[in-house]
């Protein structure tokens, strides 16, 4: 698919087609401390179909990482639905792998053990998890290094190794935080690309979640731009730029017009401070060295 033959409209006209594999109604989520209350996520609508590559994206404290971990089953939500495949969400679940920026890889086990984890838990035989991360492995490219250990490992591999410990599982959706933010950029982009060749091959619906615009523009069919304090929906982007992406699309008008757009998004929050960061303190003088 090149620019001359990329019609944006078909492609989203296909993606709607699709069945809703993902849906958030009225989604919130309400932290708790003594008597104080803090609303990370506020009322969210959103619907994800099969097979779509989803990007969020949002200034600090708007609830993204929030948002993929209630999804992945790990923390509960306050109110609203959150269904997948027609039913709630109510845990942890191997249809919904989930990567994170740290490797989290058992540093005991060697590449094939850490891929082999998922399908074991499950029940498989030895045999048969052997074959599964055998197989998953190649896939990633690190058949010659299926018996050492993650310290032996660079960062890129060990998030390959990662990625494909998710998807031995046969998930319906992988959940990415921030999987390649550790990364040096060269390594980086080589990721991108090695993730969207997976997702083009097969059955697999990403939702990823980055602070880096480029790379939600690079990656996405949508991009889901949250708003801090409360988390909200600001926007929902369609990213009409052709695939295959290579990085030489950053170069083009239409790229750089759609980052504009994305990047106001961003930065026009720039007032909507994280509590966090509410009311730093004057750093006291601990030293008595000056400029002279």
């Avoid at 990329?6 to 849906?23: M, S, T, W």
């Avoid at 509410?278 to 030293?287: A, G």
Wanted: charged share 25%.
């Amino acid at each position: 698919m090149n620019h001359s033959t990329f019609n944006a409209h078909e492609y989203f006209q296909k993606i709607y087609a699709r069945p809703v594999l993902l849906e958030a109604k009225k989604l919130s989520q309400v932290f708790k401390h003594g008597k104080t209350e803090r609303t990370i996520l506020n009322q969210l609508d959103l619907k994800i179909h099969k097979r779509e590559f989803i990007c969020v994206i949002g200034p600090s404290g708007c609830g993204k990482s929030t948002l993929s971990r209630i999804v992945a089953g790990l923390d509960p939500y306050s109110h609203g639905e959150l269904i997948v495949d027609g039913e709630l969400i109510k845990g942890p679940s191997p249809e919904r792998g989930m990567v994170f920026q740290g490797y989290t890889l058992f540093p005991w086990k060697t590449v094939k053990e850490n891929v082999m984890f998922g399908p074991l838990l499950k029940g498989a035989s030895n045999p048969s998890a052997e074959a599964a991360a055998r197989e998953w492995i190649n896939i990633i490219g690190l058949e010659k290094y299926e018996n050492q250990y993650p310290h032996q490992l660079s960062g890129g591999m060990k998030q390959r190794v990662a990625i494909a410990r998710a998807l031995v599982n046969e998930p319906k959706i992988l959940l990415m935080d921030e999987p390649f933010g550790a990364l040096d950029p060269h390594t980086r982009q080589k990721m991108q690309k090695h993730l969207m060749d997976l997702w083009q091959n097969i059955d697999i619906t990403i939702i990823f979640v980055t602070h880096d615009m480029d790379e939600a523009i690079l990656l996405a069919d949508r991009i889901v731009a949250l708003k801090a304090n409360p988390g909200e929906i600001k926007e929902i982007i369609e990213v009409h730029l052709p695939r295959p992406r290579t990085p030489e699309l950053m170069l083009t008008p239409e790229f750089k017009k759609l980052r504009e757009r994305v990047d106001d998004l961003v930065h026009a929050q720039d007032d909507e401070v994280d509590p966090a960061l509410e009311d730093l303190p004057k750093i006291p003088l601990m030293t008595s060295v000056n400029e002279d």
